[in-house]
């Protein structure tokens, strides 16, 4: 009773954690099962987690759209470009030898956690550079509304965002983190989505890359040990609450924060992963 109480609240971490950064929280789980499960196969962690972030993708997409900070027609074409890749990584990760599978998680932590402290913009990326006149062709203008009566306007690049997301879509079964990880800073740095924005509409492309992810890893007989059904069963009930709690606080803590917040947790996640992977050799 207490490991699935124990399973339970982890989970509500993880959701809520995950929600209010709009990456998933596969990235937190995934280590976690790493350090402390480390008999599971890569193919099992991932299938672990992509459960989960499945669950907490589709709880904060109805709490986000609740605030009605999704856009949907970015999140709608993205997501469908996450799907060819979704299907391949899943595939792919049964043939990852667990000590490769363990650097690369780690040394891509890493890489994203510099990336964010050294491109941390202090400026609302809301106020977007390019005029709305611009918009055309690959270049889409989105203006965005939510409950509180904010209006979000900006500019963003729909073949780059595209490019994004067939390769969102690859890497992130394959590691089991869901791609919001990968998906939240790209498209606040390079599509220049407002943060709140970008989390929220992640969060709906995440929903929909994962779920079919999950369906892949059910037809290949991932989830039919019962003591990994009983883990995912116990996240996903701890999840659930969790997402609608980081959704509600992801409007009330400051971008700058939100992102220094990611890149602290890629970080100290990346070094345990990796010090784990030499310590093995």
């Known amino acids: 009773m207490l490991y699935f109480l124990a399973l339970i609240l982890i989970g509500f971490l993880i959701g809520s954690i995950g929600t209010l950064i709009g990456a998933g929280g596969g990235f937190l789980l995934v280590p976690l099962l790493l350090i402390f499960f480390p008999a599971l196969d ?19 997409t109805f709490a986000y759209a609740r605030g009605k900070r999704i856009d949907y027609r970015a999140g709608l074409m993205f997501a469908l470009f996450t ?51 611009a918009a055309g062709g690959n270049w889409k203008h989105s203006s965005i509304t939510d409950k509180s009566g904010h209006t979000y306007s900006y500019t963003y690049n729909q073949l780059h965002g595209i490019i994004i997301s067939v390769l969102v879509g690859f890497i992130s079964p394959l590691l089991g983190i869901g791609g919001g990880i990968i998906h939240v800073p790209a498209m606040v740095q390079w599509l220049q989505f407002p943060v709140y924005v970008a989390t929220a509409t992640s969060h709906f492309i995440l929903a929909i890359m994962s779920s079919v992810s999950v369906g892949v890893h059910i037809v290949n007989g991932h989830y039919n ?7 995912v069963i116990g996240f996903i009930i701890g999840v659930l609450p969790g997402a609608q709690l980081g959704a509600y606080l992801s409007h009330r803590i400051s971008t700058t924060a939100i992102i220094r917040a990611l890149a602290v947790c890629l970080a100290l996640v990346g070094v345990r992963i990796l010090f784990s992977a030499i310590a093995a050799l």
């Open 42 to 60: 890569p193919e099992v962690v991932t299938a672990i987690s992509i459960a989960v972030v499945a669950a907490n993708a589709v709880s904060g």
């Open 83 to 133: 799907i060819p890749g979704s299907i391949l990584g899943v595939y792919i990760t049964n043939y990852i030898p667990k000590h490769w599978f363990q650097v690369i998680f780690g040394a891509l932590l890493l890489v994203l956690s510099v990336y964010l402290f050294v491109k941390n913009r202090k400026k609302n990326v809301a106020q977007n550079a390019l005029p709305q006149h």
């Open 225 to 231: 040990d019962p003591e990994v059904l009983r883990m």
